[in-house]
């Protein structure tokens, strides 16, 4: 079962725009990750925030987590046409060893 | 060496076939894992190999049989699928937890499956 949700399930943009993805998550969490994956190929790993820290920056990437909330949020600022995909959190929760939970993914286009 | 590499990139098989996925990764990872896709869906999690032996098995039918040969390579055996087994097949690895979180996974390219 899907430990995380995202919202929204598909994003609009245009080129130089800031684009801003939510993830909701129901368990104690070692850590949680962000992946993009373009169309149907594999997952590639964005970014990884430990339930400890607050904020983490990665280029473009801006990330959060709030675990009294259990939620995080991706920013993608001054996005391009290349971050067109689909982005998925994933939670390594703290009772479940060896195994992500994927949420159901964000959408996003970005137009020239 | 940071990728995980997978063939075929593409299959096409009857339901009577017996073939087999395989995945090689040289970072010295010795966790890995199968993951099936279905379009518009996220990843769900198959079976994960720690140190060459299976560790999970999400009640995966038994027509899927992986197989962990050696630290590098993992395979995934097929026979007698259904049509519903059509799916991108994915192969990923990480580093091991010893008593703290784990790292992130790396993803091969996956195998684009299709059941006839």
């Known amino acids: 079962s899907q430990q995380g949700e995202e919202d929204p399930q598909a994003l609009s943009i245009q080129e130089g725009e800031n684009a801003t993805m939510n993830c909701s998550y129901k368990t104690s969490i070692n850590n949680l990750q962000w992946y993009r994956q373009n169309s149907g190929r594999g997952l590639v790993h964005l970014i990884l925030?430990?339930?400890?820290?607050r904020e983490k920056h990665s280029g473009r990437l801006r990330v959060t987590l709030d675990t009294s909330k259990k939620s995080s949020s991706l920013l993608i600022t001054a996005s391009r046409a290349a971050d067109t995909a689909s982005y998925f959190c994933a939670t390594d929760a703290t009772d479940s060893w060896g195994k992500l939970q994927f949420g159901a993914g964000t959408q996003v286009v970005v137009t020239p | 060496d940071t990728e995980v590499t997978q063939t075929p990139k593409h299959l096409v098989m009857g339901m009577t076939n017996k073939k087999s996925l395989k995945c090689e990764q040289h970072m010295g990872h010795r966790a890995m894992y199968w993951y099936k896709q279905k379009a518009k869906k996220p990843p769900e999690l198959m079976f994960v190999y720690s140190y060459e032996k299976l560790s999970i098995n999400e009640s995966v039918p038994s027509r899927f049989s992986p197989e962990c040969p050696n630290s590098s390579l993992l395979n995934l055996h097929l026979h007698a699928l259904q049509p519903e087994d059509s799916a991108l097949y994915l192969c990923a690895s990480s580093q091991t937890r010893a008593g703290g979180p784990y790292n992130e996974q790396f993803f091969g390219p996956g195998t684009r499956l299709t059941v006839l």
């Open positions: 925030i430990r339930s400890n820290e």
